[in-house]
């Protein structure tokens, strides 16, 4: 995952290229049934799959390290996000940890439909598995991880397609 940070650009873009710089992380780890994949085509991510709840199961969730440091002065994330009327989570994290407390947003997607989201830090909440905790105020420039999670206790197929996830500055 690289981000274009063009000389005098006032944003910051995660550029969405390959598949490989994604990881898959489902509820298979603690023994659910889950199953998704993550497809890249021409700057468009596609997250989809089953979510089940079978087997104490009910998330999916994709997520990739930064390669680049988000600047001190990002005040805003923007991305484009089309879905199939589920509720998702945009989740951040500020280490490079497997299975850490993250930041998370919900947001409600429409069916076949682009949204753009425009989220600031207190936009996010501090989790660890799914429960609320205290942890610092957010700031953009400690972000190492960024992902999706599905968890809304719907069974059944889910997709999400995901492009132009811009850290907008203050200036």
Request: hydrophobic share 35%.
């Amino acid at each position: 995952m690289t981000m274009n940070n063009p000389s005098k650009a006032q944003e910051y873009a995660l550029t969405l290229k390959q598949t490989s710089d994604w990881r898959l992380i489902n509820d298979t780890v603690m023994g659910g049934i889950s199953a998704s994949k993550l497809d890249i085509d021409k700057g468009i991510a596609k997250f989809s799959g089953t979510l089940s709840l079978e087997q104490n199961g009910g998330f999916a969730s994709t997520r990739t390290t930064l390669s680049t440091p988000i600047a001190s002065n990002v005040a805003m994330i923007r991305l484009q996000v089309k879905g199939d009327g589920r509720d998702y989570q945009l989740r951040l994290r500020t280490d490079n940890q497997w299975d850490s407390f993250a930041y998370s947003c919900h947001f409600s997607t429409k069916k076949d439909s682009w949204i753009t989201l425009q989220l600031k830090p207190s936009d996010f909440t501090a989790v660890y598995r799914g429960r609320p905790v205290e942890a610092p105020k957010l700031n953009f420039n400690n972000v190492k991880q960024l992902g999706f999670l599905v968890a809304d206790k719907q069974a059944g197929q889910f997709e999400l397609s995901f492009k132009a996830i811009q850290f907008i500055s203050a200036d």
